[in-house]
């Protein structure tokens, strides 16, 4: 969140609208990690990753004359995050380009460990390891998109009505989805958590 | 297992997420302090849960600034329109259907027919020309100061050209 003598959003916003570049910058500077985390989280291929974060920030400040206010930027730029990654996806099936998951490579970061970020919603000061982190990633890939879409967003702290807004979906169907995308993961890694950990 | 812990299991991820009402998380809770089984059962999916949100918390390796090198330029000036003709053009193995060709090809026709009459009337000022190329063809806009309509150009190349 924004210290005090930040501006908010709105004033960024504002100040963007009368063609501030450099508020602009600071807006992209606030929501950038953000952002990357949420489409990486729906796309794993790094270099998609990039080139969906531009196309969302692109989309978000081409159209902020249409955006109201009433539901916060950050809900809203995720909304556009979301479907943009979604549209990628949806032609990179289309076109028969879906990539079949592999353990060993699954497009991700490189390192020993992947050491956690406390800017998340859920920060868990625990270390994964890359193994798990690979095995992990490959057990996303296999979600269907409608269930890495809400594991995506639980994982950024939103409640199952703000989840439900975004997708358009009701809350109950975030419930569920959420259920059953857990019990899926869970039977992938259960194994593993088994074998390599107590 | 019982019914009711299957009833219990099916709502064991909305009780994690504290997103079930004060009543059912009493009961789910009542149960848990009696069901070894679903105890373990949450344990497990705590675990899981755990892991996979530690996974999905990773900050991904962008190279922002060079991300803002792109988004920059677009949001300057006429964003809509650079998108359209970029979404439609630039594609890879992209063709312009001959029917829209034409229409197209006929649009400007009538432009460039009209266009020295209309200049009698209201003088046009020129503002700017961008133009997108590919192997498909290239696009030119003429964007007039004064009526703000963009004037659209597509120029497909012969067949021969596109073999790369
Ligand atoms: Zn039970």
Redesign the pocket.
Known sequence: MAAPSEPSDNELIKSCLSGSQAHARRLYDRYKNYVARVIRNMENDPEAVQDLLQQTFIKAFSGLKSFKGDSGFKTWITTIAVNTAKNYRNKKTRRGRHPKVSIDHTGEENGAALELKDESANPQKQLLTKEMGTVIGAALDMLSEEHREVISLWNEGFSYDEIGAMTKTLPQTVGSRLHYARAQLQKILTPYIKGNKE | ??S??ED?AYKLSAYLDNELGEAEKNRVEA?LEN?P??RGSFRELKKSSDLVSARLSVQPSVDFDKAWQHIEPEIRRRPAIRRYLRAFIVKPGFWIPASAAATVGAAALFFALCLPVYKSQRPVSLSHVESVSSKSGSVMVLHTAKTSQPIIWIMEKSPKEKRP
Do not use: A, F, N
Request: with cysteine; aromatic share 0%.
């Open positions: 297992m019982t009711i812990c219990i149960h069901c089984s679903c």
